[in-house]
T-cell receptor, first 111, second 115 residues
Framework: GEDVEQSLFLSVREGDSSVINCTYT??????LYWYKQEPGAGLQLLTY?????DMKQDQRLTVLLNKKDKHLSLRIADTQTGDSAIYFC???????????FGSGTKLNVKP | EAGVAQSPRYKIIEKRQSVAFWCNPI?????LYWYQQILGQGPKLLIQ????????DSQLPKDRFSAERLKGVDSTLKIQPAKLEDSAVYLC?????????????FGPGTRLTVL
């Protein structure tokens, strides 16, 4: 995932909003995704955004996409302790066939 | 629907030994991926199958890694001989590529420790 970059850690208090950021390099990316990984588990798709969209909202999750800056963010409103996990940004290229993942952001939610 | 199944969940071997991992994708999913996830990193694609054919194996260390997907369903990934740097979680994922956003469904992974 050297083409997809994320900050490594984020710590927030329960009830606050969390914002996880990601930058990517390939302008041909078709879809961008946010996956969640809990300890000992595989990755679970949280949400996705098509590359021609700027924003997508899904309950507590808001995804913002800035194509000009190749910047993607995930905002989690009213963060809960159950949101503590590693969050991966990913992009698909070449007609969805190839996926590239960032190195993940570990979100720690303090009670 | 049942998810992606992987076994074993954990494996500890000594370097130069061989090891094999098994994956059963979601029924009907034509595309299967094997990823290597080293601690602290994101998943890195090793090999991608479309049915029983290889689509992409450009990042598979072919001198020691091999994978097959006979009959286009189950898949096995083998390492022979293992090196210390192969210690990682090996994730299998599948997708049907027919969905509008191509969600990949991941199995729980096999954690390999090479001593």
């Amino acid at each position: 995932g050297e083409d997809v970059e994320q900050s490594l850690f984020l710590s927030v208090r329960e009830g606050d909003s969390s914002v996880i950021n990601c930058t990517y390099t390939d302008s041909s990316s078709t879809y961008l995704y946010w996956y969640k990984q809990e300890p000992g588990a595989g990755l679970q798709l949280l949400t996705y955004i098509f590359s021609n969209m700027d924003m997508k909202q899904d309950q507590r999750l808001t995804v913002l996409l800035n194509k000009k800056d190749k910047h993607l963010s995930l905002r989690i409103a009213d963060t809960q302790t159950g949101d503590s996990a590693i969050y991966f940004c990913a992009e698909s290229r070449y007609n969805f066939n190839k996926f590239y993942f960032g190195s993940g952001t570990k979100l720690n939610v303090k009670p | 629907e049942a998810g992606v199944a992987q076994s074993p969940r954990y494996k500890i071997i000594e370097k130069r030994q061989s090891v094999a991992f098994w994956c059963n994708p979601i029924s009907g999913h034509a595309t299967l991926y094997w990823y290597q996830q080293i601690l602290g990193q994101g998943p890195k694609l090793l090999i991608q199958f479309q049915n029983n054919g290889v689509v992409d194996d450009s990042q598979l260390p072919k001198d020691r890694f091999s994978a097959e997907r006979l009959k286009g369903v189950d898949s096995t990934l083998k390492i022979q001989p293992a090196k210390l740097e192969d210690s990682a979680v090996y994730l299998c994922a599948s997708t049907d590529l027919a969905g509008s956003y191509n969600e990949q469904f991941f199995g729980p992974g096999t954690r390999l420790t090479v001593l």
